[in-house]
């Protein structure tokens, strides 16, 4: 396994509560749009075993043109050790990268894309939709639903409705509101739906999509195809 470790090049704060850490790109690093990967603080593998609590899966909000790694945080006042720690991280600082995967990329089968987001899961989507932007063939269109109670919405200069791109974005700040809105957008028997946020948010779509006849190969989450499954195969 080969780690990268690269340093902070530019700290973004998004919203009061969400930062987006820019990384310079080592050499021979490479993604694609829907990425995660393992985001380690210093000190992480110092000993016998890997610190555990200095790691976490993040997903990569940028694209390999924009010549840097994003990676999108919401960071709250009480937060992890590990959240405490990049917090104080400044420009400049190491941090290292680790097994990079795209569970998601955005899939060009001639057929409408629905991204359904919590919050800071909007960071998965940000690369495929400007993916999207930039080489439409493939894709019908896109609609974007996120769900933020704070009502500080993410990255709106790109998650704002086109209608020359064939990109709608809608936000709602209530699960009442959302849980409609996929119900809605679940007419489409033929799309295909992004699902990221939590498990429990992913359970909850899930079970709103199968209800409404959408069936497990069109669901796609950022989880590894045997998470997946065993996330798909509750029994209606």
């Not at 050790?81 to 400049?92: A, D, P, Q, R, Y």
């Not at 429990?200 to 989880?223: A, S």
Request: aromatic content about 10%.
């Amino acid at each position: 396994m080969q780690i990268y470790w690269t340093k902070i090049n530019k700290i973004i704060e998004e919203t009061p509560e969400v930062k987006t850490y820019l990384l310079d790109c080592p050499e021979d690093f490479t993604w694609e749009e829907g990425s995660h990967t393992h985001f380690a603080l210093e000190g992480f593998n110092a000993g016998d075993k890997p610190n555990r609590s200095l790691i976490r899966h993040m997903s990569i909000s940028t694209l390999p043109h924009e010549d840097s790694i994003g990676i999108t945080t919401r960071i709250r006042e009480q937060c992890s050790e590990f959240k405490t720690i990049l917090s104080n991280l400044e420009v400049g600082n190491e941090v290292a990268i680790f097994k990079t995967h795209s569970n998601v990329p955005l899939k060009r089968e001639d057929k409408n894309v629905y991204l359904l987001s919590s919050g800071v899961g909007l960071a998965t989507f940000r690369p495929l939709v400007l993916d999207y932007f930039e080489r439409a063939a493939g894709v019908n269109q896109i609609h974007s639903l996120n769900i933020d109670s704070s009502k500080k919405f993410l990255f709106t200069t790109i998650f704002e409705t086109a209608p020359d791109k064939k990109f709608t974005s809608q936000y709602v700040d209530n699960r009442k509101d959302y849980y409609e809105e996929v119900k809605n957008l679940a007419a489409d028997k033929d799309g295909l739906f992004y699902v990221v946020g939590s498990d429990e948010f992913l359970i909850q779509n899930i079970e709103v999509l199968r209800e409404q006849g959408i069936n497990p190969e069109q669901i796609m989450l950022d989880k590894h195809e045997r998470q997946r499954l065993e996330f798909l195969s509750f029994d209606l």
